[in-house]
């Protein structure tokens, strides 16, 4: 596989405090690889500097062999999607015009959206199940509702690569799996490479090709889900008992907690 992205011995974090302590990996084209770790490892940060809302403190990050602090916003935005962990939105947009937006960065300046920027919008919101609400205000709607209008706001950019900080965290069981259903669709069928950091850990198994591990800001293990998802791992970075088995359905490693109750 041909690297996508190369994260050569970066740090960074909030004002004098770093949090990213020099850290390295690559991004294969068509990976889903998921980020993991306890909280304060770092695991959100990482994901907003790769994508350019944080600045570097030191290091590079390069995007098919560019440095990304070299390109223009446009230019990043038009191969880039972030979907954060927040996304609340404090303005009276429709579901759709805030989808609509997502095609700025293949507009050029002062050009109005073309029958493509709509049907592509359309395509996005049919795809994660918010066309029936595309007339409503986003403040109108619920949280997880809204997740899924941010996710298909990415979805309209159509980026090479996505990343996406918990895109589960406020979504039901049903829209769990689809949502997740859909990336690991559009990550096989359409080559999208997605970065995606979760707390759920057999989650992350069922669905990431490879997994990130991320203890102190720094990486302890990076590989695929068998070689991460070990008792031994999670038990030195999480501090807790766990037993890891196989899932009977699909044969990932699936992770369960030793309470400390009998």
Do not use: W
């Amino acid at each position: 596989m041909d690297t996508l992205v190369k994260i050569n011995n970066i740090s960074g974090g909030y004002h004098k405090t770093i949090i990213i302590k020099g850290v390295s990996f690559e991004i294969e084209k068509g990976d889903f690889l998921g980020i993991i770790g306890p909280n304060g490892s770092g695991k959100s940060t990482l994901l907003r500097l790769m994508s350019r809302v944080l600045p570097l403190t030191s290091g590079d990050i390069f995007l098919e062999k560019k440095n990304i602090s070299q390109m223009s916003l446009k230019e990043f935005c038009s191969s880039v999607a972030f979907v954060p962990q927040d996304t609340s939105i404090n303005f009276s947009f429709s579901v759709n015009e805030i989808v609509l937006m997502g095609r700025i960065p293949h507009l050029k300046r002062m050009q109005f959206e073309t029958k493509k920027d709509f049907e592509t919008v359309e395509h996005s919101l049919s795809l994660t199940d918010t066309l029936y609400i595309k007339e409503k205000q986003i403040n109108e709607i619920s949280a997880g509702e809204q997740q899924r209008v941010i996710i298909a706001k990415a979805l309209a950019q159509e980026p090479m690569l996505l990343f996406l900080d918990e895109p589960t965290s406020h979504l039901d069981i049903a829209h769990q799996v689809q949502i997740l259903d859909l990336l690991k669709r559009l990550n096989r069928e359409k080559g999208l490479t997605i970065v995606m950091v979760v707390h759920d850990l057999n989650l992350a198994s069922e669905y990431c090709n490879r997994m990130i591990l991320l203890n102190e800001g720094a990486v302890f293990k990076n590989d695929i889900p068998e070689e991460v998802l070990t008792y031994q791992n999670i038990e030195a970075v999480y501090k807790t008992v766990v037993v890891v088995n196989k899932n009977p359905i699909s044969s990932k490693p699936y992770v369960m907690l030793v309470t400390g109750e009998r």
